[in-house]
């Protein structure tokens, strides 16, 4: 088993950043995948960015050039950097990672930006 705990989540004007955290009950250097999806109130749970066996990086198109991963594997964890954040990016955001062949997810943080 692995558990996944995010943090960093909160309130954030238009325009303005956040950084999640989302930390690892074991090895991420392991992990075949790690990364973000988030779900906004009525819809359906959507990828934000994985890092794939630590070198391959994609993000969706909706957060390219705004949101940033990264992962720190002496701490097991993974970082998205939030920046030029939008209404539309209001959000559960939750941490997953790919290991030995299972899924894991997080509980999620709640990401919320006013206009």
């Known amino acids: 088993q692995v558990q996944l705990v995010e943090s960093g989540g909160g309130l954030v004007q238009a325009g303005g950043s956040l950084r999640l955290s989302c930390t690892s009950s074991?090895?991420?250097?392991?992990?075949?995948?790690v990364g973000w999806y988030r779900q906004a109130p009525g819809k359906q749970r959507e990828f934000v960015a994985v890092i794939i066996r630590g070198l391959l990086i994609n993000y969706a198109d909706s957060v390219k050039g705004r949101f940033t991963i990264s992962r720190d594997t002496t701490k097991n964890t993974v970082y998205l950097q939030m920046n030029s954040l939008a209404p539309e990016d209001t959000a559960i955001y939750y941490c997953?990672?790919?290991?030995?062949?299972?899924?894991?997810w997080g509980q999620g943080t709640q990401v919320t930006v006013s206009s």
């Open positions: 997953y990672s790919e290991v030995s062949g299972g899924d894991y």
């Open positions: 074991k090895s991420i250097f392991a992990a075949s995948r």
